[in-house]
């Protein structure tokens, strides 16, 4: 079992920026995918970005490519989602995930909420 707890989310302006973190609660972090995944109200949850376990490769919604960055840090079982140039769109309640690749997740956090005003 891995916990997930995310941080960083809030309330913004457009253009502005927020980094949201995930930490993982085994030492086994090191060996998972991270994802971040996003839902917005009345909308179906959708995929924002992925790395793979050693940090080597990562991927992007088009949405967010260009202006999302995510990256890890294993010594601290970590993931970090960095969001500049905000957008109104980007609203949204932000999950990370942890799976064996990048394409099948096993465990969930509970969400934070960032809310870009415009």
């Known amino acids: 079992q891995v916990q997930l707890v995310e941080s960083g989310g809030g309330l913004v302006q457009a253009g502005g920026s927020l980094r949201l973190s995930c930490a993982a609660s085994r030492r086994t972090f090191s060996t998972y995918a991270m994802g971040w995944f996003r839902q917005a109200p009345g909308k179906e949850r959708e995929f924002v970005a992925a790395i793979v376990w050693s940090g080597g490769s990562t991927y992007y919604a088009d949405s967010v490519k260009g202006r999302f960055t995510i990256s890890r840090d294993n010594a601290k079982n970590t993931v970090y989602l960095q969001m500049n140039s905000l957008k109104p769109e980007d609203t949204a309640v932000y999950y990370c995930?942890?799976?064996?690749?990048?394409?099948?997740?096993?465990?969930w956090g509970q969400g934070t909420q960032v809310t870009v005003s415009s």
């Open positions: 995930a942890a799976g064996v690749n990048v394409e099948q997740y096993h465990y």
